[in-house]
C-alpha cells in the first residue's frame, strides 16, 4: 500500500515538484491564466487546476472513467502528463475515477491524506500508482504546494479529524490562492466531503474567504453552514452532483447559498463549468 513517511517524503517531493514544473513548462504552451475545471462526472467530485505554465493538479477524479474522459476534451491529444493528483479522501465517488487516470497518463506524484480506503478499488488504485512508479505523498493541515506565487495551503485534516470514524471528517480542506498580489488575489476553497463539525472548526481557526466554493459533500444537508458560508463570502458555487438517491443538493443548502447572493452552478444542470482567473477578472464559462 501507499507509503504514509509524511516528513520525508515531502522533502523529496520538493525536488521531484521541481523537475515536474521544469518539464511541464518546457513541454507545453504556456498558458497566461489560471484554468480551473469543476468536471461534470455524475454523483462524485473532479476538479482540475491548471496554473500558468501549464502545471495541471487533479482533485478527486468521481466515480468511474467519466473524468478522464473530461481531461482528454481539455487537454491537447498529445497532452499526457498530469503533475500531481490528489484524493481528497478514499472514498469511490472520489477515487476511482484515478484508476483509470492513472492508465491513460503519466501522473508526477500522488498526494493523499494519508488514510487507507476500504473498498477493493482502493487496493487497484495503490497498484496502478506503484505500476507507474509515482512518488505517494501524505499531507494534512499545515502542509503547503507553491508554484511560483500561486500555492495550495491545506487546511485540514489534523490529527483528530484524521482518525474520525466518519471518513468524511478526513477530506482534505485545499485553499488555493492565485497570488498575483494580496489586493488583487482569487481564492478557491475545495472542501471534499466535509460536514458541519468541520466546517465550525475551519470558521473559527482560519481566514477562509474565498471567490470560489466547492461546495462540501455534494450539497447535503449536513453542510455549508449559515456560519460556514458566512465566513467564506463566495461569489461563485460549484456543486459536484449527478443523479442520486440521497437530495443533493437539498433546497436548504440552495437557499442558504442563494441568501448570500452566490452565483450557484450544478453539474447536473450545467455540466463542466471552467473559471479562467486572470488578474482580478474571473470568467465562467458552462457546457450547458
Not at 44 to 59: S, T, Y
Not at 62 to 78: C, D, H, I, M, Q
Amino acid at each position: 500500500m501507499f507509503n504514509r513517511n509524511h516528513f520525508i517524503i515531502f522533502l523529496v517531493f520538493l525536488v521531484i515538484f521541481d523537475f515536474v514544473v521544469w518539464k511541464a513548462v518546457v513541454l507545453n504552451r504556456p498558458n497566461s491564466e489560471t484554468e480551473i475545471y469543476f468536471f461534470d462526472v455524475g454523483q462524485g467530485d473532479g476538479e482540475l487546476v491548471i496554473l500558468p505554465g501549464g502545471v495541471k493538479v487533479m482533485i478527486d477524479a468521481g466515480p468511474g472513467n467519466k473524468t478522464a474522459n473530461e481531461l482528454s476534451s481539455v487537454l491537447r491529444p498529445t497532452d499526457n502528463y498530469i503533475d500531481l493528483a490528489i484524493v481528497s479522501h478514499p472514498e469511490t465517488d472520489h477515487f476511482n475515477g484515478f484508476i483509470d487516470i492513472f492508465k491513460r497518463y503519466q501522473v508526477g506524484a500522488f498526494i493523499y491524506n494519508g488514510r487507507a480506503g476500504l473498498a477493493q478499488s482502493w487496493k487497484e488504485l495503490a497498484k496502478v500508482v506503484e505500476e507507474n512508479k509515482t512518488s505517494v505523498i501524505v499531507l494534512g493541515q499545515g502542509d503547503k504546494i507553491k508554484y511560483g506565487e500561486d500555492f495550495f495551503e491545506i487546511l485540514s485534516p489534523n490529527a483528530d479529524f484524521l482518525r474520525s470514524k466518519e471518513t468524511n471528517d478526513s477530506s482534505l480542506v485545499i485553499k488555493f490562492t492565485d497570488n498575483i498580489n494580496e489586493e488583487k488575489a482569487a481564492r478557491v476553497l475545495f472542501t471534499g466531503d466535509i460536514g458541519n463539525k468541520v466546517e465550525k472548526y475551519l470558521a473559527d481557526n482560519f481566514d477562509i474567504r474565498a471567490d470560489i466554493l466547492k461546495v462540501p459533500h455534494h450539497g447535503s444537508k449536513y453542510s455549508s453552514s449559515e456560519e460556514f458560508l458566512a465566513a467564506i463570502k463566495p461569489k461563485v458555487s460549484s456543486i459536484e452532483v449527478g443523479k442520486n438517491s440521497y437530495g443533493h443538493p437539498t433546497s436548504e443548502v440552495l437557499n442558504r447559498l442563494a441568501s448570500i447572493g452566490s452565483q450557484i452552478f450544478r453539474a447536473d444542470q450545467n455540466g463542466t463549468v471552467k473559471i479562467a482567473i486572470s488578474g482580478d477578472e474571473i470568467n465562467i464559462f458552462k457546457k450547458r
